[in-house]
């Protein structure tokens, strides 16, 4: 079956750097996306890698391995508006997103 | 603003009513989409369009019907609600199968 685990909660401190997780199998492999949802609200794109490696966008990185089927998102100096849900989802070969059920990141002072 | 526009933006129903939640985009996206998000799950899809015209049930198709007359609109119906359709339900779009999603701001739905 597919599936997309990631860890249900994480802390950490304002200023930091926290890593967070995702390990994925799907039914083929189109590509791995982050999406940021702050409570209450829409989730928001936040990067799609297909190729191994990192991409870095500003405080936020995004690193894929395919034939570990891992992936992990990279937030730097974290700030109070960082605390949010973190999804990601991974593209079968239909093209059909995978969702996992996200990761809470709560930022503390 | 371009963008996806949801309504309601809440409702509250009773068991057995009718419902339709609207969704409308100006971005003229082929694809569009509806999740419902419920606590400790994923976002699962209910019915996707590729374009318009066409439609296709996605994971949780049952009790929902969805139509795609034009490239903006994608209204989703529930014929007849139940409580386990309390959820909050999203609307999103992209321009192509690869695209990243863009998500209207969510409709929540208490079927009581």
């Known amino acids: 079956g597919q599936n997309i685990d990631q860890p249900t909660e994480m802390t950490a401190t304002e200023g930091a750097i926290v890593q967070i997780n995702c390990t994925y199998q799907?039914?083929?492999?189109?590509?791995l996306f982050w999406y940021q949802q702050h409570a209450g609200e829409a989730p928001t794109f936040l990067s799609y890698n297909v190729l191994d490696g990192l991409e870095e966008k500003g405080r936020f990185s995004s690193f894929l391995s395919r034939s570990k089927g891992y992936s992990y998102l990279l937030l730097k100096e974290l700030q109070m508006k960082d605390s949010a849900s973190y999804l990601c989802a991974g593209l079968d070969s239909n093209y059909q997103l995978i969702w996992g059920a996200g990761t809470k990141l709560i930022i503390k002072p | 603003i371009a963008g996806i526009t949801q309504a309601p933006t809440s409702q509250i129903l009773a068991a057995g009513r009718r419902m339709t939640l609207r969704c409308t985009q100006d971005m003229r996206h082929n694809a569009m989409y509806w999740y419902r998000q419920d606590l400790g799950l994923g976002l699962r899809l209910i019915h996707y369009?590729?374009?318009?015209?066409?439609?296709g049930k996605g994971e949780v198709p049952d009790g929902y019907s969805v139509s795609r007359a034009n490239t903006d609109d994608f209204p989703l119906t529930l014929a007849s609600a139940v409580p386990s359709q309390t959820s909050v339900y999203f609307c999103?779009?992209?321009?192509?199968?690869?695209?990243?999603?863009?998500f209207g701001n969510g409709t929540r739905l208490t079927v009581t």
């Open positions: 799907t039914s083929g492999f189109n590509g």
């Open positions: 999103a779009s992209s321009d192509n199968s690869e695209g990243p999603l863009h």
């Open positions: 369009s590729n374009t318009a015209g066409t439609t």
